[in-house]
């Protein structure tokens, strides 16, 4: 798999029969969660219809190249809806699509869990590097 989300229709379907075997959400979590899709989805979600520019001065970060794909990766999934406005000069514009707008309660849950969860993570975290520290410093001698 690359930086980018291997779409499962590409996999071949012996090692996407592998994946959900293991882990039933694997599908679901390339499709939703890959690096830059859910910060698109959120943006969509909170700012409603964009255009390409307006996506791009929202999502800090993301280039043009890489935005394009994810736009054309969500369209192909159903989850976001392009429009195209033979305006002069044209324009184009995304939405999300019912599909998409469904992943709501997904985004609201993991919002809550992280308000509720992320301080014991980053306690864990700090732990952990403290007693990592520690070993490699007594390991040093």
Known sequence: MTAERTSPGLQDAESLGEAVTACPVTPI????????????????????TQRFNGLQRLIPGITPKVLT????????DGLVVRSYHP??????????????????????????????HLTAVEAARHAYDTARAEEEAWAEG
């Open 29 to 48: 979590t390339d499709i939703v969660f890959s690096r830059w899709t859910t910060p698109i989805l959120w943006t969509l979600r909170h700012h409603g």
């Open 69 to 76: 794909s994810r736009l054309r990766q969500l369209e192909r």
């Open 87 to 116: 305006d002069i000069p044209p324009r184009v514009e995304y939405t999300l699509s019912d599909l998409g707008r469904s992943l709501t309660p997904i985004f609201q849950t993991l919002l809550a869990w992280g308000e509720a």
